[in-house]
Every structure is written in C-alpha cells, then in structure tokens.
C-alpha cells in the first residue's frame, strides 16, 4: 500500500511555468490518491543532483513511498563549488557564462554527457530494487545509439548501461513528457514547460500505473 508520493526531478516536476505547484502530474496523483505529497525537486539542476534527491528520499521513506522520478538534459552538469559548499548547475543556457563557458568550451561532450548520466540513472535503479518507482526522463539522447559504430570503443560501455537501464525508464508512449505533450496539443510555456493541461493529461496517462505498483 502507497503510503506517501515522491516526486525528484527538475523544473518539470518543481512546477516551473505553472501557476501553482500543485498542478504537476506527481502532486495530481497524490491529490488524486489522497496521500501526502513530498516533492524534491528543484528547477534548473542536473542529473547528479535529481540522484542526490533520490538518495535523500529513499533515506527519509524507505519501501512506504512510490518514487515519480524524471531525469533532464544530460549535457547539465552538477558541482559542489569549492568556495561555499553549495551545488551549482552549468547549463547551455549561460546562467553563469564564465563557468558555462569554460565547461563547454574545454570538457564537455556528448560521450561523457552519456557514460555519467547512464552511471546516475544505474545508481538509481538499483537503489531502488525492491521500492516501487516509475522513472521517466526528458532527454532522448541519454539512449540514442544512431551514430555509433562497432569500433567506436568509447560507446561499448555507454551500450551495457543503455542496455542496463532501458527497461526501467519509462515513456509517454515512446515520447519524452515534453514531445508528447507538444504532440498532444497541450500549451507549452517558452522555457518548454508543459502547462496545466498537459500536467492533467499526464496524471490520467499515469495514474492507473502507480496504483498497480
């Protein structure tokens, strides 16, 4: 029996665009089922800090919690600065364009994007194990394979994670919630966050499934 509802993630599920928080398809589904909701996720971070969350929350409600968790864009990287202690995000959008674009310029690429995020979402699954979670995620790259080649030696461990994990990342009928979404008609705001309707929309896509978890 559920106990609580969870949610971790980013911006998708913080409620960014939306004119209350409590529109998420997460929040909807715990309204829905009447249970206590605990959101941890917060706007803007990447995919090191949404594993952290999951961490903390399976800590804090163990096996009594179903866990509704969404990774984001994997080209995101999380850090813990060196001066304050605090987590920081660079991100392509250049919030800090001194250290976005010095990670850009200098360390980023689609194959450690890939092979860390891979490793994050692995971690998670297998913390996991024995909780009940549906785990869907925002970037397509995380397991696009269209580009490699039998000889590209950087992909073969990227292809055992892939192989790892797809079957526990789950879709909106084989779309991101954001592709389905705009597939679907529903407003989406200019910072690509799906609006109040597609959050109603995901709830009843996704609501029968948590109550069989």
Same mark, same amino acid.
């Given at each position: ?80 600065? &060196?001066?304050?202690?605090? *987590? $920081? ?7 800090? /364009?001194?250290?976005?674009? +010095? ?83 529903? &407003?989406?705001?200019?910072? *690509? $966050? ?7 929309? /995901?709830?009843?896509?996704? +609501? ?6």
């Amino acid at each position: 029996m559920i106990t609580f509802v969870v949610s971790c993630g980013d911006s998708f599920f913080y409620g960014s665009d939306l004119k209350d928080p409590a529109h998420t398809w997460p929040a909807l589904i715990a309204c829905d089922l009447q249970k206590p909701y605990q959101c941890y996720a917060q706007g803007g971070v990447g995919n090191l800090h949404i594993l952290r969350q999951i961490i903390i929350a399976q800590a804090m409600y163990g096996k009594n919690a179903v866990y509704l968790i969404n990774w984001t864009w994997i080209d995101r990287f999380d850090y813990i600065g &060196a001066i304050d202690s605090a *987590w $920081h995000t660079v991100r392509p959008s250049l919030d800090n /364009a001194e250290h976005d674009n +010095l990670y850009y310029k200098h360390f980023h690429s689609e194959i450690d994007d890939k092979f860390r995020n891979l490793i994050y979402v692995s971690q998670a699954i297998e913390l996991l194990t024995e909780h009940r979670y549906i785990m869907t995620y925002m970037d397509p790259l995380l397991l696009d394979t269209r580009w490699y080649t039998p000889g590209f030696i950087q992909a073969r461990a990227i292809r055992v994670l892939q192989d790892r994990v797809k079957d526990k990342l789950a879709t909106f009928q084989g779309q991101t919630f954001l592709e389905w979404s705009k597939s679907n008609h529903h &407003a989406v705001s200019e910072r *690509w $966050h799906p609006l109040e309707s597609a959050h109603a929309a /995901a709830k009843d896509y996704w +609501l029968e499934k948590v109550k069989q978890l």
